[in-house]
Nanobody, 124 residues
Framework: QVQLVESGGGLVQAGGSLRLSCAAS????????MGWVRQAPGKEREFVAA????????AYADSVKGRFTISRDNAKNTVYLQMNSLKPEDTAVYYC?????????????????WGQGTQVTVSS
């Protein structure tokens, strides 16, 4: 079992920044591909970013490229999402997700484990 706990969400003005964190309760964190997925009210979950278990490769949705950065610290069992130049369209619940694989996963439904989510609200 893997438990994922997100933190760092909040209310921010357009153009501002937030950093989300996800702490994982597993001794094999370095074997998991990690991702961030978001869901706005009334919409399907949307892939945002992913990082391979080694941290060497990343992937981003087109809508966040150049603004968001995913990173991980395997020694701390933590993955981060640095969000800059935030837009109202980024408003959503952001979920941390994991899958035990070396592949880079860019489809939200392929993840096996999920956190509880943290709310990000961007005002105009």
């Amino acid at each position: 079992q893997v438990q994922l706990v997100e933190s760092g969400g909040g209310l921010v003005q357009a153009g501002g920044s937030l950093r989300l964190s996800c702490a994982a309760s597993t001794l094999t964190f370095s074997s998991y591909t990690m991702g961030w997925v978001r869901q706005a009210p009334g919409k399907e979950r949307e892939f945002v970013a992913a990082i391979r278990s080694s941290g060497g490769s990343t992937a981003y949705a087109d809508s966040v490229k150049g603004r968001f950065t995913i990173s991980r610290d395997n020694a701390k069992n933590t993955v981060y999402l640095q969000m800059n130049s935030l837009k109202p369209e980024d408003t959503a619940v952001y979920y941390c997700a994991a899958r035990w694989t070396i592949r880079l996963i860019t489809t939200s439904r392929e993840y096996d484990y999920w956190g509880q989510g943290t709310q990000v609200t961007v005002s105009s």
